[in-house]
C-alpha cells in the first residue's frame, strides 16, 4: 500500500524542523494570509523574554523604545522604520514576524539568530511598546512622553 506522498516517516523530524503549526514557523495561516495575531497566549514571561531578545537584536537599531533612531540612524543616518509609524500599526502581527524572518530593504532577516519562539515574544514586545505609546498618547497632555 502506498504511503500518502510527502508525510513524514512516523517518528522522525523533517531535515528543516518541524512544522506542525504553519501559522508559528511562516506567520501565514493556511490561507497564505498573514495571522492577525501571535499565536498562543501573550503572559508576563512571554513578554519579559521579548522584551530581552528585543534588547539584544532590535534595540541596536531599533532604539529602546521602538523610534527607529538607534545607532544605524545616528551614525549612519540609515532610514530605520519607526514602529508607531501608522503602516507598522496596522500590520498583522504575522508581517511582522515575515520581516524578523526574511527582512525587509534594508534591514536583512533574523531567521537563523532567533528561533520562532523567540521571534513572536519579540514581536508581542514590540506590539507592547506600541500599545503603551498609544496610550500616553491618547491620555498624556500634548508634548508627553
Ligand atoms: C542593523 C539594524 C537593524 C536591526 C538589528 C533590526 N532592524 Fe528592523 N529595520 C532596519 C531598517 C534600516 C529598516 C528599514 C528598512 C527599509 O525600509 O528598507 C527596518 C525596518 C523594520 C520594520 C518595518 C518593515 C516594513 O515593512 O516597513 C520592522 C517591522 C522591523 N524593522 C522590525 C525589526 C525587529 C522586530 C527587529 C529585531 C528582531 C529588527 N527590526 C532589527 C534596521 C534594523
Not at 30 to 36: L, M, S, T, Y
Not at 54 to 71: E, T
Request: aromatic content about 8%; glycine content about 14%; some cysteine.
Amino acid at each position: 500500500m502506498a504511503r500518502p506522498c510527502g508525510r513524514p516517516v512516523p517518528g522522525t523530524i523533517p531535515i528543516d524542523g518541524l512544522k506542525e503549526d504553519e501559522a508559528f514557523s511562516t506567520g501565514k495561516g493556511a490561507d497564505g494570509q498573514f495571522v492577525a495575531t501571535i499565536p498562543g497566549t501573550v503572559d508576563e514571561a512571554r513578554l519579559e523574554r521579548g522584551r530581552q531578545r528585543y534588547g539584544i537584536y532590535c534595540q541596536p537599531c531599533h532604539d529602546a523604545r521602538g523610534d527607529g533612531k538607534g545607532s544605524c540612524f545616528q551614525r549612519g543616518n540609515v532610514p530605520t522604520a519607526s514602529f508607531h509609524q501608522e503602516k507598522i500599526l496596522k500590520y498583522p502581527d504575522g508581517q511582522i514576524f515575515d520581516v524578523v524572518t526574511n527582512g525587509f530593504g534594508l534591514m536583512s532577516g533574523y531567521r537563523w539568530p532567533i528561533p520562532p519562539a523567540d521571534r513572536w515574544a519579540i514581536i508581542a514586545y514590540v506590539r507592547e511598546l506600541e500599545r503603551k505609546r498609544r496610550a500616553s498618547a491618547a491620555g498624556a497632555p500634548a508634548g508627553g512622553k
